[in-house]
Protein backbone atom coordinates (compact mmCIF):
# COMPACT_ATOMS: atom_id res chain seq x y z
CA UNK A 1 0.00 0.00 0.00
CA UNK A 2 1.77 3.34 -0.70
CA UNK A 3 2.11 6.10 1.70
CA UNK A 4 1.43 9.60 0.93
CA UNK A 5 3.95 11.39 2.66
CA UNK A 6 3.89 15.64 2.83
CA UNK A 7 5.26 17.89 5.69
CA UNK A 8 4.07 15.88 9.12
CA UNK A 9 1.11 14.02 7.62
CA UNK A 10 1.46 10.63 6.38
CA UNK A 11 -1.34 8.49 5.12
CA UNK A 12 -2.33 5.73 3.18
CA UNK A 13 -3.47 6.37 -0.03
CA UNK A 14 -4.24 4.05 -3.10
CA UNK A 15 -2.00 3.83 -6.58
CA UNK A 16 -3.79 6.63 -7.91
CA UNK A 17 -3.27 8.62 -4.22
CA UNK A 18 -6.61 8.58 -3.05
CA UNK A 19 -7.72 8.24 0.60
CA UNK A 20 -7.75 4.64 1.87
CA UNK A 21 -10.12 5.17 5.00
CA UNK A 22 -11.44 8.75 4.15
CA UNK A 23 -12.49 9.32 7.72
CA UNK A 24 -9.19 9.89 8.60
CA UNK A 25 -9.75 13.26 6.58
CA UNK A 26 -8.65 16.53 7.60
CA UNK A 27 -8.03 20.18 6.46
CA UNK A 28 -4.59 19.77 7.21
CA UNK A 29 -4.96 16.18 5.12
CA UNK A 30 -6.94 18.35 1.92
CA UNK A 31 -4.30 20.98 1.74
CA UNK A 32 -1.72 18.31 1.40
CA UNK A 33 -3.43 16.48 -1.15
CA UNK A 34 -4.19 19.34 -3.09
CA UNK A 35 -0.41 19.54 -3.87
CA UNK A 36 -0.77 17.07 -5.85
CA UNK A 37 -3.20 18.41 -7.75
CA UNK A 38 -1.30 21.18 -8.84
CA UNK A 39 -3.31 23.25 -6.10
CA UNK A 40 -0.89 25.11 -3.94
CA UNK A 41 -2.99 26.99 -1.41
CA UNK A 42 -6.54 26.35 -0.85
CA UNK A 43 -8.73 29.31 -1.40
CA UNK A 44 -11.89 30.53 -0.37
CA UNK A 45 -13.54 28.63 -3.22
CA UNK A 46 -11.31 25.44 -3.45
CA UNK A 47 -12.83 24.72 0.31
CA UNK A 48 -15.96 25.92 -0.62
CA UNK A 49 -16.03 22.70 -3.49
CA UNK A 50 -14.39 20.47 -1.24
CA UNK A 51 -16.60 21.17 2.19
CA UNK A 52 -19.44 20.33 0.37
CA UNK A 53 -18.29 17.60 -1.64
CA UNK A 54 -17.60 16.85 2.01
CA UNK A 55 -20.93 17.32 3.34
CA UNK A 56 -22.59 15.54 0.83
CA UNK A 57 -20.32 12.35 0.74
CA UNK A 58 -20.72 11.91 5.15
CA UNK A 59 -24.56 12.18 4.42
CA UNK A 60 -24.73 10.04 1.18
CA UNK A 61 -21.89 7.73 0.95
CA UNK A 62 -21.03 8.90 -2.19
CA UNK A 63 -19.88 12.23 -4.12
CA UNK A 64 -22.79 14.30 -5.47
CA UNK A 65 -23.96 14.48 -9.35
CA UNK A 66 -22.01 16.87 -11.10
CA UNK A 67 -24.95 18.74 -12.16
CA UNK A 68 -25.99 19.30 -8.17
CA UNK A 69 -22.26 20.04 -7.26
CA UNK A 70 -22.51 22.98 -9.81
CA UNK A 71 -25.90 23.92 -8.85
CA UNK A 72 -25.16 24.00 -4.75
CA UNK A 73 -22.01 25.53 -5.04
CA UNK A 74 -22.75 27.85 -8.15
CA UNK A 75 -19.72 27.31 -10.08
CA UNK A 76 -20.38 26.42 -13.45
CA UNK A 77 -18.32 23.14 -14.48
CA UNK A 78 -15.43 25.22 -16.07
CA UNK A 79 -15.00 26.93 -13.00
CA UNK A 80 -14.71 23.56 -11.10
CA UNK A 81 -12.01 22.45 -13.58
CA UNK A 82 -10.02 25.57 -13.09
CA UNK A 83 -9.90 25.24 -9.66
CA UNK A 84 -8.62 21.27 -9.76
CA UNK A 85 -7.74 20.53 -13.10
CA UNK A 86 -8.62 16.71 -13.17
CA UNK A 87 -11.93 17.68 -12.79
CA UNK A 88 -14.64 16.84 -9.75
CA UNK A 89 -14.37 13.86 -9.50
CA UNK A 90 -10.53 12.69 -9.74
CA UNK A 91 -9.64 16.06 -8.56
CA UNK A 92 -11.84 17.66 -6.19
CA UNK A 93 -13.20 14.39 -4.53
CA UNK A 94 -9.76 13.45 -3.58
CA UNK A 95 -8.73 16.02 -1.92
CA UNK A 96 -11.92 16.21 -0.04
CA UNK A 97 -10.91 12.38 0.93
CA UNK A 98 -13.56 10.23 -0.74
CA UNK A 99 -12.39 7.31 -2.43
CA UNK A 100 -11.53 6.66 -5.73
CA UNK A 101 -14.47 7.08 -7.96
CA UNK A 102 -15.00 3.06 -9.63
CA UNK A 103 -17.08 2.01 -12.57
CA UNK A 104 -17.79 4.49 -15.86
CA UNK A 105 -16.90 7.72 -13.75
CA UNK B 1 -9.75 4.61 -43.52
CA UNK B 2 -6.88 6.39 -42.73
CA UNK B 3 -4.63 8.49 -39.53
CA UNK B 4 -0.95 9.60 -39.30
CA UNK B 5 0.96 7.50 -36.85
CA UNK B 6 2.17 9.33 -33.63
CA UNK B 7 5.28 10.25 -33.23
CA UNK B 8 8.21 9.76 -30.72
CA UNK B 9 6.96 12.07 -28.35
CA UNK B 10 2.87 10.88 -28.19
CA UNK B 11 4.55 7.15 -27.93
CA UNK B 12 6.03 7.92 -25.32
CA UNK B 13 3.14 9.67 -23.61
CA UNK B 14 1.15 6.84 -24.53
CA UNK B 15 3.29 4.19 -23.50
CA UNK B 16 4.59 5.20 -20.38
CA UNK B 17 4.65 3.10 -17.33
CA UNK B 18 1.96 4.16 -14.51
CA UNK B 19 3.23 1.37 -12.50
CA UNK B 20 5.80 1.61 -9.45
CA UNK B 21 8.67 -0.46 -10.31
CA UNK B 22 8.43 -2.58 -6.87
CA UNK B 23 4.96 -3.35 -8.31
CA UNK B 24 6.18 -4.65 -11.42
CA UNK B 25 8.61 -6.79 -10.05
CA UNK B 26 5.98 -8.38 -7.50
CA UNK B 27 3.68 -8.83 -10.02
CA UNK B 28 6.21 -9.79 -12.74
CA UNK B 29 3.85 -8.14 -15.17
CA UNK B 30 4.90 -4.75 -17.18
CA UNK B 31 1.72 -4.11 -18.44
CA UNK B 32 -0.04 -0.18 -18.27
CA UNK B 33 -3.06 -0.99 -15.66
CA UNK B 34 -3.22 -1.68 -12.33
CA UNK B 35 -3.46 -5.72 -11.36
CA UNK B 36 -4.28 -6.82 -8.02
CA UNK B 37 -2.12 -8.90 -6.91
CA UNK B 38 -1.98 -12.70 -8.03
CA UNK B 39 0.11 -15.88 -7.70
CA UNK B 40 3.05 -15.49 -9.98
CA UNK B 41 4.31 -18.72 -9.97
CA UNK B 42 3.54 -21.20 -12.85
CA UNK B 43 1.01 -18.90 -14.17
CA UNK B 44 1.32 -20.98 -18.08
CA UNK B 45 0.18 -24.03 -16.37
CA UNK B 46 -2.70 -22.49 -14.80
CA UNK B 47 -2.79 -20.45 -17.82
CA UNK B 48 -3.64 -23.57 -19.67
CA UNK B 49 -5.39 -24.96 -17.26
CA UNK B 50 -8.06 -22.38 -17.48
CA UNK B 51 -7.74 -22.49 -20.69
CA UNK B 52 -9.03 -26.26 -20.78
CA UNK B 53 -11.89 -25.76 -18.42
CA UNK B 54 -13.57 -22.60 -20.61
CA UNK B 55 -13.04 -24.98 -23.60
CA UNK B 56 -14.36 -28.19 -21.65
CA UNK B 57 -17.88 -25.97 -20.45
CA UNK B 58 -18.53 -23.69 -23.11
CA UNK B 59 -18.32 -23.48 -27.34
CA UNK B 60 -15.18 -21.42 -27.99
CA UNK B 61 -13.58 -24.73 -29.59
CA UNK B 62 -16.10 -24.84 -32.45
CA UNK B 63 -15.06 -21.32 -33.12
CA UNK B 64 -11.48 -21.38 -32.22
CA UNK B 65 -11.14 -24.92 -34.39
CA UNK B 66 -12.42 -22.98 -37.52
CA UNK B 67 -10.00 -20.20 -36.71
CA UNK B 68 -7.10 -22.17 -36.65
CA UNK B 69 -7.61 -23.92 -39.98
CA UNK B 70 -8.74 -20.74 -41.88
CA UNK B 71 -6.22 -18.06 -40.42
CA UNK B 72 -4.17 -17.22 -43.07
CA UNK B 73 -2.71 -14.22 -41.33
CA UNK B 74 -3.04 -11.85 -44.34
CA UNK B 75 -3.16 -8.66 -42.41
CA UNK B 76 -6.46 -7.25 -44.40
CA UNK B 77 -7.40 -6.16 -40.84
CA UNK B 78 -4.32 -3.98 -40.41
CA UNK B 79 -5.81 -0.95 -42.68
CA UNK B 80 -9.23 -0.98 -40.50
CA UNK B 81 -7.51 -1.38 -37.07
CA UNK B 82 -7.29 2.25 -35.21
CA UNK B 83 -4.77 1.05 -32.94
CA UNK B 84 -2.48 -0.01 -35.71
CA UNK B 85 -3.05 3.17 -37.61
CA UNK B 86 -1.76 5.03 -34.59
CA UNK B 87 1.24 2.93 -33.55
CA UNK B 88 2.36 1.38 -37.14
CA UNK B 89 3.28 -1.33 -34.49
CA UNK B 90 2.93 -4.96 -35.71
CA UNK B 91 2.21 -6.36 -32.89
CA UNK B 92 -1.15 -4.32 -33.06
CA UNK B 93 -2.39 -5.74 -36.20
CA UNK B 94 -5.66 -7.70 -34.91
CA UNK B 95 -4.15 -10.95 -36.96
CA UNK B 96 -1.25 -10.72 -35.35
CA UNK B 97 -2.96 -10.34 -31.70
CA UNK B 98 -5.26 -13.50 -32.14
CA UNK B 99 -1.82 -15.75 -33.21
CA UNK B 100 -0.76 -15.24 -29.67
CA UNK B 101 -3.86 -17.03 -28.88
CA UNK B 102 -4.42 -19.38 -31.69
CA UNK B 103 -1.05 -20.43 -31.49
CA UNK B 104 -1.51 -21.36 -27.90
CA UNK B 105 -4.85 -23.48 -28.77
CA UNK B 106 -2.80 -24.73 -31.69
CA UNK B 107 -0.38 -26.47 -29.87
CA UNK B 108 -1.89 -27.54 -26.57
CA UNK B 109 -5.47 -28.33 -27.69
CA UNK B 110 -4.89 -30.13 -31.06
CA UNK B 111 -4.37 -33.18 -31.78
CA UNK B 112 -1.51 -32.13 -35.05
CA UNK B 113 -0.20 -29.26 -32.66
CA UNK B 114 0.52 -31.50 -29.66
CA UNK B 115 2.12 -33.91 -31.56
CA UNK B 116 4.21 -32.10 -33.75
CA UNK B 117 4.80 -30.15 -30.69
CA UNK B 118 5.87 -33.36 -28.53
CA UNK B 119 8.45 -34.73 -31.30
CA UNK B 120 9.89 -31.52 -31.72
CA UNK B 121 9.95 -30.16 -28.14
CA UNK B 122 9.04 -26.91 -28.85
CA UNK B 123 6.35 -24.04 -28.68
CA UNK B 124 5.24 -24.74 -24.83
CA UNK B 125 3.51 -21.83 -23.75
CA UNK B 126 5.97 -19.67 -21.88
CA UNK B 127 5.34 -17.04 -18.84
CA UNK B 128 6.73 -14.17 -21.50
CA UNK B 129 3.99 -15.28 -23.86
CA UNK B 130 1.35 -14.82 -20.90
CA UNK B 131 3.09 -11.86 -20.40
CA UNK B 132 2.44 -10.52 -24.07
CA UNK B 133 -1.04 -11.76 -24.10
CA UNK B 134 -1.67 -9.41 -20.96
CA UNK B 135 -0.27 -6.76 -23.09
CA UNK B 136 -1.32 -7.20 -26.08
CA UNK B 137 -5.48 -8.16 -25.16
CA UNK B 138 -6.42 -4.56 -23.43
CA UNK B 139 -4.20 -2.52 -26.17
CA UNK B 140 -7.35 -3.26 -28.24
CA UNK B 141 -10.93 -1.37 -27.66
CA UNK B 142 -12.34 -4.18 -29.31
CA UNK B 143 -14.54 -2.00 -31.80
CA UNK B 144 -14.57 -5.13 -34.15
CA UNK B 145 -14.02 -3.22 -37.12
CA UNK B 146 -11.15 -6.27 -38.21
CA UNK B 147 -13.93 -8.80 -37.78
CA UNK B 148 -15.84 -7.14 -40.63
CA UNK B 149 -13.01 -6.68 -42.83
CA UNK B 150 -11.55 -10.44 -42.22
CA UNK B 151 -12.01 -12.12 -45.79
CA UNK B 152 -12.22 -16.05 -43.96
CA UNK B 153 -14.60 -14.10 -41.26
CA UNK B 154 -12.11 -14.58 -37.97
CA UNK B 155 -13.88 -12.66 -35.18
CA UNK B 156 -10.72 -11.21 -33.67
CA UNK B 157 -12.74 -9.27 -31.01
CA UNK B 158 -14.04 -13.01 -29.90
CA UNK B 159 -10.41 -14.17 -29.53
CA UNK B 160 -9.63 -11.04 -27.63
CA UNK B 161 -12.34 -11.68 -25.30
CA UNK B 162 -11.24 -14.93 -24.67
CA UNK B 163 -7.73 -14.17 -24.15
CA UNK B 164 -8.77 -11.74 -21.32
CA UNK B 165 -11.36 -14.24 -19.87
CA UNK B 166 -8.89 -16.70 -19.74
CA UNK B 167 -6.38 -14.47 -18.25
CA UNK B 168 -8.78 -13.06 -15.95
CA UNK B 169 -9.05 -16.51 -14.68
CA UNK B 170 -5.27 -16.85 -13.13
CA UNK B 171 -5.63 -13.54 -11.72
CA UNK B 172 -5.33 -11.17 -14.80
CA UNK B 173 -7.51 -8.18 -15.20
CA UNK B 174 -7.69 -4.67 -14.95
CA UNK B 175 -7.98 -3.81 -11.26
CA UNK B 176 -10.46 -1.01 -12.44
CA UNK B 177 -13.12 -3.63 -13.42
CA UNK B 178 -12.44 -5.85 -11.46
CA UNK B 179 -13.41 -3.88 -8.07
CA UNK B 180 -16.34 -2.50 -9.92
CA UNK B 181 -17.74 -6.00 -10.96
CA UNK B 182 -16.83 -7.24 -7.20
CA UNK B 183 -19.08 -4.05 -5.70
CA UNK B 184 -22.02 -4.73 -8.32
CA UNK B 185 -22.47 -8.62 -7.83
CA UNK B 186 -20.99 -8.58 -3.57
CA UNK B 187 -20.76 -5.42 -2.42
CA UNK B 188 -23.09 -3.10 0.15
CA UNK B 189 -24.57 -1.26 -3.08
CA UNK B 190 -24.83 -3.39 -5.62
CA UNK B 191 -23.59 -1.50 -8.23
CA UNK B 192 -20.66 -0.85 -10.37
CA UNK B 193 -20.18 3.28 -8.69
CA UNK B 194 -21.21 2.66 -5.47
CA UNK B 195 -24.16 4.78 -5.56
CA UNK B 196 -26.66 3.95 -2.74
CA UNK B 197 -29.89 4.22 -2.61
CA UNK B 198 -30.44 7.33 -0.33
CA UNK B 199 -27.82 8.66 -3.00
CA UNK B 200 -29.86 7.99 -6.06
CA UNK B 201 -33.50 9.50 -4.53
CA UNK B 202 -31.72 12.78 -3.65
CA UNK B 203 -30.25 12.89 -7.21
CA UNK B 204 -33.58 12.38 -8.85
CA UNK B 205 -35.47 14.21 -6.97
CA UNK B 206 -32.96 17.15 -7.27
CA UNK B 207 -33.54 16.00 -11.14
CA UNK B 208 -37.60 16.63 -11.00
CA UNK B 209 -36.89 19.76 -9.31
CA UNK B 210 -35.17 21.08 -11.86
CA UNK B 211 -36.98 19.47 -15.11
CA UNK B 212 -40.21 20.90 -13.80
CA UNK B 213 -38.32 24.31 -12.86
CA UNK B 214 -37.35 24.09 -16.57
CA UNK B 215 -40.03 22.62 -18.51
CA UNK B 216 -43.47 23.59 -16.44
CA UNK B 217 -44.80 20.51 -16.42
CA UNK B 218 -44.06 18.01 -13.54
CA UNK B 219 -41.69 15.18 -15.09
CA UNK B 220 -41.17 12.13 -12.43
CA UNK B 221 -38.37 9.26 -12.37
CA UNK B 222 -41.29 6.32 -10.93
CA UNK B 223 -39.14 4.21 -8.64
CA UNK B 224 -40.31 0.68 -7.96
CA UNK B 225 -43.37 0.57 -10.10
CA UNK B 226 -44.60 -3.34 -10.03
CA UNK B 227 -46.17 -4.31 -13.74
CA UNK B 228 -44.39 -1.20 -15.31
CA UNK B 229 -44.13 -1.53 -18.71
CA UNK B 230 -40.37 -0.83 -18.63
CA UNK B 231 -37.53 -1.77 -16.31
CA UNK B 232 -35.02 1.29 -17.14
CA UNK B 233 -31.85 1.01 -16.28
CA UNK B 234 -29.01 3.27 -17.22
CA UNK B 235 -25.32 3.09 -17.13
CA UNK B 236 -25.07 3.85 -12.98
CA UNK B 237 -22.88 6.19 -14.05
CA UNK B 238 -25.30 8.68 -15.59
CA UNK B 239 -26.77 8.92 -12.21
CA UNK B 240 -23.27 10.57 -11.24
CA UNK B 241 -22.52 12.10 -14.75
CA UNK B 242 -24.95 12.33 -17.12
CA UNK B 243 -28.28 14.60 -15.74
CA UNK B 244 -29.04 15.85 -19.06
CA UNK B 245 -29.18 12.40 -20.76
CA UNK B 246 -31.65 11.33 -17.76
CA UNK B 247 -33.85 14.36 -17.69
CA UNK B 248 -34.27 14.23 -21.70
CA UNK B 249 -35.52 10.64 -21.19
CA UNK B 250 -37.70 11.57 -18.24
CA UNK B 251 -39.06 14.06 -20.34
CA UNK B 252 -39.68 11.59 -23.26
CA UNK B 253 -41.64 9.14 -21.00
CA UNK B 254 -43.52 12.56 -19.52
CA UNK B 255 -44.35 13.59 -22.89
CA UNK B 256 -45.27 10.37 -24.42
CA UNK B 257 -47.54 8.95 -21.31
CA UNK B 258 -44.97 5.82 -21.24
CA UNK B 259 -45.12 3.39 -18.37
CA UNK B 260 -41.69 3.11 -16.94
CA UNK B 261 -40.03 2.48 -13.78
CA UNK B 262 -36.68 2.61 -12.19
CA UNK B 263 -35.81 -0.19 -9.40
CA UNK B 264 -34.18 0.91 -6.01
CA UNK B 265 -33.11 -2.75 -5.81
CA UNK B 266 -30.97 -2.65 -8.98
CA UNK B 267 -30.36 0.34 -11.26
CA UNK B 268 -27.07 -0.86 -13.15
CA UNK B 269 -27.01 -1.92 -16.87
CA UNK B 270 -23.00 -1.85 -16.62
CA UNK B 271 -21.79 -5.10 -17.40
CA UNK B 272 -18.15 -5.12 -17.44
CA UNK B 273 -18.26 -8.80 -17.77
CA UNK B 274 -18.88 -8.31 -21.92
CA UNK B 275 -14.74 -7.18 -21.29
CA UNK B 276 -12.64 -9.66 -19.44
CA UNK B 277 -14.92 -12.52 -17.94
CA UNK B 278 -18.15 -14.59 -19.48
CA UNK B 279 -18.86 -15.93 -15.95
CA UNK B 280 -19.04 -12.31 -14.68
CA UNK B 281 -21.18 -11.20 -18.20
CA UNK B 282 -23.57 -14.12 -17.17
CA UNK B 283 -24.07 -13.13 -12.99
CA UNK B 284 -25.17 -9.68 -13.87
CA UNK B 285 -27.37 -10.66 -16.89
CA UNK B 286 -28.94 -12.85 -14.28
CA UNK B 287 -29.13 -9.94 -11.60
CA UNK B 288 -30.82 -7.54 -14.42
CA UNK B 289 -33.45 -10.02 -15.46
CA UNK B 290 -34.33 -11.09 -11.82
CA UNK B 291 -35.56 -7.53 -11.21
CA UNK B 292 -37.58 -7.63 -14.56
CA UNK B 293 -39.11 -10.67 -12.94
CA UNK B 294 -39.49 -9.01 -9.46
CA UNK B 295 -41.12 -5.83 -10.45
CA UNK B 296 -42.85 -7.79 -13.25
CA UNK B 297 -42.57 -5.57 -16.02
CA UNK B 298 -43.02 -6.30 -19.68
CA UNK B 299 -39.82 -5.50 -21.15
CA UNK B 300 -35.89 -3.80 -20.41
CA UNK B 301 -35.25 -0.66 -21.38
CA UNK B 302 -31.22 0.14 -21.30
CA UNK B 303 -30.52 3.65 -21.21
CA UNK B 304 -27.61 5.37 -23.34
CA UNK B 305 -25.13 2.67 -23.18
CA UNK B 306 -23.83 0.66 -26.05
CA UNK B 307 -21.79 -2.37 -23.82
CA UNK B 308 -24.93 -2.65 -21.74
CA UNK B 309 -27.50 -2.37 -24.52
CA UNK B 310 -25.60 -5.00 -26.47
CA UNK B 311 -24.73 -6.82 -23.37
CA UNK B 312 -28.36 -7.50 -22.60
CA UNK B 313 -29.99 -7.63 -25.84
CA UNK B 314 -28.21 -10.51 -27.04
CA UNK B 315 -27.36 -12.60 -23.62
CA UNK B 316 -30.80 -12.07 -21.67
CA UNK B 317 -31.51 -14.63 -24.39
CA UNK B 318 -28.89 -16.75 -23.92
CA UNK B 319 -29.03 -17.14 -19.80
CA UNK B 320 -32.73 -16.09 -19.10
CA UNK B 321 -35.27 -18.37 -21.05
CA UNK B 322 -34.21 -18.22 -25.00
CA UNK B 323 -37.48 -17.19 -27.07
CA UNK B 324 -39.16 -16.84 -23.88
CA UNK B 325 -37.04 -14.04 -22.10
CA UNK B 326 -38.30 -10.50 -22.22
CA UNK B 327 -37.73 -8.61 -24.55
CA UNK B 328 -34.54 -5.95 -24.36
CA UNK B 329 -34.46 -2.58 -26.09
CA UNK B 330 -32.52 0.81 -26.30
CA UNK B 331 -33.78 4.02 -25.27
CA UNK B 332 -33.23 5.18 -28.46
CA UNK B 333 -35.45 2.54 -29.77
CA UNK B 334 -38.47 3.68 -27.93
CA UNK B 335 -37.83 7.17 -27.87
CA UNK B 336 -37.83 6.76 -32.43
CA UNK B 337 -40.99 4.64 -32.28
CA UNK B 338 -42.39 7.46 -29.76
CA UNK B 339 -41.52 10.16 -32.60
CA UNK B 340 -42.62 7.68 -35.84
CA UNK B 341 -46.00 7.21 -34.07
CA UNK B 342 -46.99 11.18 -33.49
CA UNK B 343 -46.18 10.86 -29.73
CA UNK B 344 -42.99 12.48 -29.35
CA UNK B 345 -42.89 16.33 -30.68
CA UNK B 346 -39.84 17.51 -31.63
CA UNK B 347 -39.39 21.45 -31.82
CA UNK B 348 -37.52 21.62 -35.56
CA UNK B 349 -34.66 24.15 -35.48
CA UNK B 350 -34.05 23.96 -31.65
CA UNK B 351 -29.83 23.44 -31.82
CA UNK B 352 -28.64 25.71 -34.73
CA UNK B 353 -25.19 25.02 -34.03
CA UNK B 354 -22.93 22.30 -36.27
CA UNK B 355 -24.06 18.81 -34.49
CA UNK B 356 -22.41 15.47 -35.61
CA UNK B 357 -23.40 11.86 -34.91
CA UNK B 358 -20.89 9.49 -32.92
CA UNK B 359 -22.03 5.62 -33.55
CA UNK B 360 -21.25 3.93 -30.27
CA UNK B 361 -19.72 0.23 -31.82
CA UNK B 362 -21.83 -1.82 -29.07
CA UNK B 363 -25.16 -0.95 -31.33
CA UNK B 364 -23.73 0.29 -34.84
CA UNK B 365 -21.33 -2.46 -35.33
CA UNK B 366 -24.01 -4.87 -35.80
CA UNK B 367 -26.56 -2.29 -37.76
CA UNK B 368 -28.61 -2.54 -34.56
CA UNK B 369 -28.96 1.29 -34.36
CA UNK B 370 -28.08 3.46 -36.69
CA UNK B 371 -30.43 5.21 -38.56
CA UNK B 372 -32.90 5.53 -36.33
CA UNK B 373 -30.50 8.67 -34.05
CA UNK B 374 -30.07 9.96 -37.31
CA UNK B 375 -33.88 10.81 -37.86
CA UNK B 376 -34.47 11.87 -34.49
CA UNK B 377 -31.47 14.65 -34.62
CA UNK B 378 -32.50 16.02 -37.90
CA UNK B 379 -35.78 16.31 -36.58
CA UNK B 380 -34.92 19.11 -34.31
CA UNK B 381 -30.92 19.98 -35.23
CA UNK B 382 -30.45 22.41 -38.75
CA UNK B 383 -27.19 21.59 -38.99
CA UNK B 384 -26.03 18.15 -39.06
CA UNK B 385 -22.97 16.99 -40.35
CA UNK B 386 -21.36 12.88 -40.38
CA UNK B 387 -17.94 11.23 -39.82
CA UNK B 388 -16.91 9.28 -42.72
CA UNK B 389 -16.90 6.42 -42.24
CA UNK B 390 -20.46 6.21 -40.34
CA UNK B 391 -22.66 3.47 -38.86
CA UNK B 392 -21.38 -0.44 -39.43
CA UNK B 393 -18.10 1.62 -40.29
CA UNK B 394 -17.67 3.61 -37.87
CA UNK B 395 -15.11 4.31 -36.28
CA UNK B 396 -14.10 3.32 -32.29
CA UNK B 397 -14.18 6.09 -29.52
CA UNK B 398 -10.67 5.01 -28.64
CA UNK B 399 -12.17 4.04 -25.50
CA UNK B 400 -13.91 0.90 -26.08
CA UNK B 401 -13.92 -2.76 -24.87
CA UNK B 402 -13.78 -1.76 -20.95
CA UNK B 403 -10.67 0.36 -21.64
CA UNK B 404 -12.54 4.14 -20.83
CA UNK B 405 -12.38 2.83 -16.80
CA UNK B 406 -9.20 2.48 -16.73
CA UNK B 407 -7.80 5.91 -15.64
CA UNK B 408 -4.44 5.18 -16.16
CA UNK B 409 -4.21 4.54 -19.55
CA UNK B 410 -6.09 8.02 -20.98
CA UNK B 411 -2.75 9.04 -22.09
CA UNK B 412 -3.12 5.45 -24.25
CA UNK B 413 -7.05 6.10 -25.24
CA UNK B 414 -6.61 9.85 -26.16
CA UNK B 415 -3.39 9.63 -28.00
CA UNK B 416 -3.84 6.06 -29.36
CA UNK B 417 -6.91 4.37 -29.35
CA UNK B 418 -8.69 7.53 -29.91
CA UNK B 419 -6.72 9.38 -33.24
CA UNK B 420 -8.54 8.49 -35.59
CA UNK B 421 -11.47 9.19 -33.79
CA UNK B 422 -10.16 12.52 -32.96
CA UNK B 423 -8.81 13.43 -36.54
CA UNK B 424 -12.40 13.07 -37.45
CA UNK B 425 -14.48 14.74 -35.06
CA UNK B 426 -11.69 17.84 -35.97
CA UNK B 427 -12.53 17.57 -39.71
CA UNK B 428 -16.46 17.74 -38.76
CA UNK B 429 -15.96 21.29 -37.08
CA UNK B 430 -19.01 20.49 -34.72
CA UNK B 431 -20.03 22.27 -32.10
CA UNK B 432 -21.64 19.26 -30.35
CA UNK B 433 -20.60 15.54 -30.77
CA UNK B 434 -23.63 13.48 -29.96
CA UNK B 435 -22.71 9.91 -28.41
CA UNK B 436 -25.82 7.98 -27.09
CA UNK B 437 -23.03 5.40 -24.57
CA UNK B 438 -21.99 6.64 -21.23
CA UNK B 439 -18.64 4.58 -21.95
CA UNK B 440 -17.55 6.72 -25.51
CA UNK B 441 -19.37 10.24 -23.59
CA UNK B 442 -15.90 9.21 -21.45
CA UNK B 443 -13.98 8.73 -23.45
CA UNK B 444 -14.43 11.34 -26.33
CA UNK B 445 -14.41 14.08 -23.06
CA UNK B 446 -11.24 12.95 -22.66
CA UNK B 447 -10.05 12.75 -25.77
CA UNK B 448 -11.32 16.24 -27.31
CA UNK B 449 -9.44 17.82 -23.84
CA UNK B 450 -6.58 15.89 -24.54
CA UNK B 451 -6.39 16.33 -28.22
CA UNK B 452 -7.61 20.38 -28.10
CA UNK B 453 -10.74 20.13 -29.93
CA UNK B 454 -13.45 22.79 -29.06
CA UNK B 455 -16.33 20.76 -29.52
CA UNK B 456 -19.07 19.67 -26.63
CA UNK B 457 -19.49 15.97 -26.17
CA UNK B 458 -23.34 15.30 -25.35
CA UNK B 459 -25.90 12.43 -25.09
CA UNK B 460 -28.81 12.27 -27.57
CA UNK B 461 -31.43 12.89 -24.88
CA UNK B 462 -29.45 16.06 -23.57
CA UNK B 463 -30.25 17.49 -26.40
CA UNK B 464 -33.96 16.23 -27.18
CA UNK B 465 -34.57 17.60 -23.59
CA UNK B 466 -34.28 20.94 -25.28
CA UNK B 467 -36.59 20.53 -27.94
CA UNK B 468 -39.63 17.94 -26.68
CA UNK B 469 -42.51 19.79 -26.52
CA UNK B 470 -45.21 19.10 -24.04
CA UNK B 471 -48.45 19.68 -24.21
CA UNK B 472 -50.41 21.98 -21.98
CA UNK B 473 -46.59 23.46 -20.88
CA UNK B 474 -46.44 27.40 -20.34
CA UNK B 475 -46.67 28.89 -23.60
CA UNK B 476 -42.92 30.98 -22.39
CA UNK B 477 -41.37 27.32 -21.60
CA UNK B 478 -41.72 25.85 -25.50
CA UNK B 479 -39.13 25.04 -27.08
CA UNK B 480 -36.58 26.84 -24.61
CA UNK B 481 -34.01 27.65 -26.42
CA UNK B 482 -30.46 26.51 -25.83
CA UNK B 483 -28.46 28.59 -22.90
CA UNK B 484 -25.69 27.23 -23.26
Avoid at chain 2, 12 to 19: C, D, L, M, T, W
Avoid at chain 2, 80 to 101: F, G
Avoid at chain 2, 287 to 307: F, V, W
Wanted: net charge negative.
Amino acid sequence: MPTFTHGDISIEVDEDGFMEEPDQWNEEIAKALATTEGVDEMTEEHWKLVNYLRDYYLKFGIAPMIRKLCKETGFPLKKVYELFPSGPAKGACKVAGLAKPTGCV
Amino acid sequence: MRTQPINEQERERAFSSVKKPEVTERQQLDVRYHVEDHEVTGRPRAFLEAFAAILRHTNYRMALEHFVRVSAKCARCAVQCPVYQATNDVKDIPCYRSELLLSVYRRHFTMSGSLIGRLTGTGHLTDETVQQMAESFWNCTACRRCTIECPVGIDHALITHLGRFILSEIGIAPRALVVSTREQLEGKTGNTSAVPVPALSDTLEFLEEDMEEEKGVPIKFPLDVEGAEYLFTPAVSDFLMEAETLMGIAAVFAATGGSWTISTNYFDAINYGLFYNDRILERVIRKLYSETERLKTRAILIGECGHASRTAKYYVPVHCGGDQAKPVYNIMEYTYRMYKEGKLKLQPGTITEKVTYHDPCNIARQGWIVDQPRELIRAFCSDVVEMQPLGQDNICCGGGGGTVSIDEIRPYRTTVGGKAKADQIRATGAKYLIAPCANCKKQLRELVEDQEIDCEVVGLHDLIYKAIMFEGQPAEMQTAQEKG
